[in-house]
């Protein structure tokens, strides 16, 4: 039987001149890439009995497309034979052309029938997908609007609440393995086996896959990539590992983003200096993986996940909020641990056009939210007193009090580096400091003012979530009720009550909240930033006819704005 592909191929970090292309086999094997007269070949490497391979085409011309084709041990797997998706393309940056940066969060896999879209809505990545395909049939090539690249922002799978089928495969898998198994929760993914399938079926939708083959992708984790809430402070880290399975969990987990997700994140340069892709080439495989993945997870600094990128004259910061957390005390609390703070303080510059900063978690929630995680996070440091510490802790569990505003020194720090970058103290002010963020479900535009400062730095929060999955009423009241003023004003008396003092910046929710499964298009060019947002309306009622197989899911404009001015 021939070698082919388990899953991929998936366009990776891209430059100018250069793009990797990352694949799952079968078996192991050699892989080629070729595009154009540009040719190279790179052997499997193995974890767990997986095997994966990173093909790094370099010597391209910049700002081209060019078809590309894969092949395993000499016998051709990509594009699929009778495939009716256009070919995938390996297309360069181009620096002086606009850049058109999709963005998006929050997606479990769906069949797309009707009982999946009357529950989650349509998958707009999948939709996006369609709609990409059918412009560059039209074009014969590339689209008019063609991508530059894909932020996906946090919750790619979801390992603890798995569709039916992923529940068929766990049951199954481990009714093999009978008592050799630590007693791992029924309803989640435990396993490096269990992640590699999770993964697999998370990207192996047709339309899906074809588009992270021809769009380049950058990736984050959240929560969900690993378990719900995790990290949220010292006490749930102790309680979580009580659990028998639980290391076998976070070792699978954080080795298998680094596989699927984080490999792809590097430029070759910067991989070949890792020294998780130097073990896993000679030889490591998974024991290799496994005690890296181990010693992140015991240490935040043993291992920087966050990562940066440049598209023309503009800088992007994706920034690791979940691993590289320091929250052993209370009292101490970082968001991003002694090796991630002192990384985005040194990367938060000026001389770009626009820095922008991806975060899963977004920057600047509605009010009413920023300032209720504030009073908690000071509550549980022993603001109102130790006997209010306990209830303060179960409260931040029990309704997720753990983004960047339960992280005031984190916050503030930011905030300040901000503020010198937008007055020129960190070189020439670029036109807008923009945070990306997903996590919450919901998608919102909030614009910020520094206080105290006079700056012509535009400052926003642009918050693309869910691109599928769903916010159970309730929720959304909830989050509605967050957004308006007089919620905001009395979480900040509460606040204030417990010693937090008024940040050195002021915001306001310019759109939304929308609760629409959406993706979102950042669009720099020059000095002018733009951002839309598009859904895919589907009336319930019209689920079954919009998902038969010949139709294709509508992508509609929800709201669009221009960020700075004309």
Known sequence: MGNGLRLGPILRHVTETSATIWVETEAAGTVTVTAGDRSVSSDTFQVHGHHYALCDLTGL????????????DGVPVWPPAGSSHPPSLVRTLDPAAPQRLLFGSCRTP???GPAAVARYGADVLRAYALRLAEARRAA???????????????????ADEIQQ?????????RSRHGGDLPHPPDDEVVFF????????????????????????TLMLFDDH???????????????????????HRITSGLGAYWIYQHAGNLSPDERTADPVWQALCSGGGGAALDEFAWQAHLDPGAYRWSHAHTFGRSRVLMVDTR?????????????????????????????VDHLIVASTLPFLLPKGVHYLEAWNEAVCAGAWGEWFRGPGERLRQALDLEHWAAFQRSFASVIAAVAEVATGRRGRPPASVLFLGGDVHFSYLARARLRGYATDTVIAQLVCSPLCNWLPPALRRMTWLSARAVTGLSCRLLAASAGVRAPAVTWRLDGGPWYDNALATLVLDGRSATVRWEHSPVPRTLARAV???????PVAELAAYRLTPR
């Open 61 to 72: 011309a910049s700002g081209r497309a060019v078809p590309y084709r894969v092949a395993v």
């Open 110 to 112: 769906t069949d797309h």
């Open 140 to 158: 014969s090539g590339v689209a008019a609007e063609e991508p530059t690249a894909l932020l996906l922002i946090g919750d790619q799978v979801y």
């Open 165 to 173: 089928p992923m529940r068929d495969y766990v049951a199954e898998r």
């Open 193 to 216: 086996d269990e992640y590699a399938e999770l993964y697999r079926q998370s990207w192996s939708d047709p339309d899906v896959r074809w588009l992270l083959s021809t769009v380049p």
């Open 225 to 247: 990539d690993i378990r719900g809430d995790w990290n949220t402070s010292g006490r749930w880290r102790q309680e979580i590992a009580e659990n028998p399975w639980w290391r």
């Open 323 to 351: 691993c590289g957390r320091d929250v052993a005390d209370d009292r101490a609390r970082s968001m991003l641990g002694p090796v991630g703070e002192p990384w985005l303080d040194e990367s938060l510059t000026g001389d």
């Open 547 to 553: 998902t038969q197989p010949e139709r294709r899911p």
